[in-house]
């Protein structure tokens, strides 16, 4: 394989490498090499806690560190090579995946945990297949973050206002932006399928064709860099912020799954007579019964929990339902050979590779653990009441209570999972916010 990706520098003209770790807020941090130094030590050193930085660059307190900050051996992933199709001059990125010095995988890194949960699968004899809808925003530059955030302008010269749901034309206000992004996807061989305006104002949606979850991860960790760039280039900013603006809709990231057998390639959540088996409602159980307990992996951020509220395209709790959008786990219309599972919790402000886990780890607890779902809602689940955490504290209290996730997921990783996010909401707690000054500075 090695040989192969020499060829392939090669050919097309490579002058320097992206050496990417994925870290856990989703972040690409890495270095950047000449082709010749990487092709001469193609395995790279970085410090372990370059992948506990929280979103605004600091730490988990000292107490969850190793203060003698060891390296990580950092190999790459010869399937992850792609064209950085940006880049001014011939540029390649790959993925590496975190070992430590004797060989054993490091635990915290997201890759390996997304690796562990698929490895329970393997050893039934099952492969997860997903397939994310990814949802986001085009802004008109924000320099300013005291500033509101605005819609960029068209092609017609004018921004958008209102709701344009599924409308062609909205989206071909956008046509050269798009043009960008499919050539950049193509380029790096991201399958993406359908483009879509959702129903914020110049929020766009972009359906990826299904596959396997550790390949699905790695594409939409790409995906998201992708957009932002070719936005860049038009003048614009795109945002994968779960809920940017006050009177719009959230993004989410919709995770598609279902469970194929390995040796038959059959979707085991079907019977041979076309009906829908256990394992199918065992799943669904296992999602109910442990997505409140996992919220800060698909609710990331303060911002998160703003994106679920009633009537705004988000869903409220975990109850189930056939073609039901109301509800936080829906069951699509589809033949016994595509039947699968939505998850329409997580927000598209995820890390990929730690959502794809979490969420086939809640499934996997309710299949080992032989749990029965609740009946499908056939009505309006906002009627229901809210089943979440209420607060980014509360939830990450339930996380760190979890034994069965800790054991799928591993405690370490849990851990420092929990105490990075609790160094976020405490940086976060000590700003006031424009809020607070208008309505109590001259009021209390």
Known sequence: ????????????????????????????????????????????RL????????????????????????????????????????????????????????????????????????????AKGWAPVVAPEMEFYLLSPNPDPDIPLAPPVGR?????FGRRSYAIDAVNEFDPLFEDIYDYCHAQNLEVDTLIHEVGTAQMEINFLHGDAMSLADQVFLFKRT???????????????????????????HIHQSLADKETGKNIFSNADGSPSDLFFNFIAGL???????????????????????????PTNVEWGYDNRTVGLRVPHSSAAGRRVENRVPGVDVNPYIAMAATLACGYLGIIKNMKPRD????????????????????????????????????RFVKMYVGMKQKEFSEYFRVISPWERKFLLLHV
């Open 47 to 122: 410090p372990e806690a370059v992948l506990m930085q929280t979103v605004t660059g600091d730490y988990p307190d000292d107490s969850m560190l190793d203060l003698t900050d060891p390296d990580m051996v950092l190999q790459p992933d010869p399937a992850t090579l792609r064209l950085v199709p940006w880049a001014t001059d011939p540029t390649a990125q790959l993925i590496y995946d975190c070992f430590r010095a004797d060989g054993t995988p490091v635990d915290i890194a997201p890759r390996n945990v997304l690796r562990r949960v698929l490895s329970l699968y393997d």
């Open 1 to 44: 394989m090695f040989q192969q990706n020499l060829d392939w520098l090669r050919e097309h003209r490579i002058t320097e490498m992206e050496c990417i770790v994925p870290d856990m807020t989703g972040v690409a941090r890495g270095k950047i090499v000449p082709k010749d130094k990487f092709i001469s030590e193609t395995e790279m």
């Open 156 to 160: 017609t010269g004018r921004a958008e």
């Open 227 to 253: 957009v932002r760039e070719a936005a860049f280039r038009h003048n614009m900013y795109a945002t994968f912020m779960a809920k940017p603006m006050e009177n719009e809709p959230g993004s989410a990231m």
């Open 288 to 314: 109910q019964h442990y997505l409140p307990e996992v919220m800060p992996l698909f609710a990331p951020y303060v911002n998160s929990f703003r994106r679920l509220s009633p009537y705004m395209a988000a």
């Open 376 to 411: 499908p809602c056939q009505s309006d689940a906002y009627e229901l009441p809210y089943q979440f955490p209420h607060s980014t504290e509360e939830s990450l209290v339930r996380l760190a209570r979890c034994e069965d996730i800790a054991e799928i997921l591993g405690p």
